[in-house]
């Protein structure tokens, strides 16, 4: 079964630094992995996903993320973090073996200091 | 800008009550996802459908809750008869495509059930 560890349930940043949220998943194959962000009583948008290819993935608000196979792990980073980007962050994993039924992270929630 | 909607936005209701959440997909869209968000258990998916067929229910008590699509246009989640343990938000997410596709989430409905 697949699984996603996320493993930092509150990260706090000050404003201006750079960011890196982690992301581990369990799954034999290839999967499909996505970010996705949510603000205070809002769904849920995607930031970026991976399906195949160029193991570095570029998404929206200037995140990226980098798919490590030898290490399981999707991590989200941005250079420079605004105080907008303040909000909780899902990992969430998908393959083709559960018809695509993604499983999502418990998330990281970012507080962003002035 | 095409969105999924959700009503009601919030609910109030008695344990024992009925309760039916209607969703909106995007038109267009041709797979509708259920989810339920809580604290305890995070972002749990409850059943997804594509082309109006239900193609996983096992997050889903089956014993009180029930998804339909009538139509393309409207996919309804009912709980009957609630209970507190299903207070929660609930999700609708719309997507295109065969799998993997990305997922547009509505704004939720925040149930109550005292």
């Known amino acids: 079964a697949q699984s996603v560890t996320q493993p930092d349930i509150h990260i706090t940043v000050s404003e201006g630094a750079s960011l890196e949220l982690r992301c581990n998943y369990s799954y034999g194959a290839t999967p499909y992995l996505f970010w996705y962000v949510q603000s205070p009583g809002q769904g849920l948008q995607l930031l970026l996903k991976?399906?195949?290819?160029?193991?570095l993935v570029q998404g929206i608000k200037g995140f990226e993320a980098e798919f490590k196979r030898s290490q399981s792990s999707f991590n989200l980073r941005k250079p420079s973090v605004h105080w907008s980007d303040a909000a909780e962050y899902f990992c969430?994993?998908?393959?083709?073996?559960?018809?695509?039924?993604?499983?999502f992270g418990k998330g990281t929630l970012l507080t962003v200091n002035p | 800008d095409a969105r999924v909607t959700q009503t009601p936005r919030d609910k109030v209701t008695e344990m024992g009550q009925e309760v039916t959440m209607r969703c909106q997909p995007i038109?267009?869209?041709?797979?509708v996802f259920w989810y339920r968000q809580t604290m305890m258990q995070g972002l749990e998916l409850l059943a997804y459908?594509?082309?109006?067929?239900?193609?996983?229910d096992s997050g889903m008590p089956k014993d009180r809750f029930s998804a339909e699509m009538p139509d393309a246009t409207l996919a309804t989640l009912k709980i009957q008869p609630s209970e507190p343990r299903d207070s929660a938000v609930y999700f609708c997410?719309?997507?295109f495509g065969t799998g993997a596709e990305t997922q547009y989430f509505g704004p939720g409905t925040r149930l109550l059930v005292l």
């Open positions: 459908f594509r082309n109006r067929a239900p193609l996983d």
């Open positions: 997410a719309s997507g």
């Open positions: 991976y399906f195949s290819g160029d193991t």
């Open positions: 969430a994993v998908g393959n083709r073996g559960s018809n695509y039924k993604l499983t």
């Open positions: 038109l267009g869209h041709n797979t």
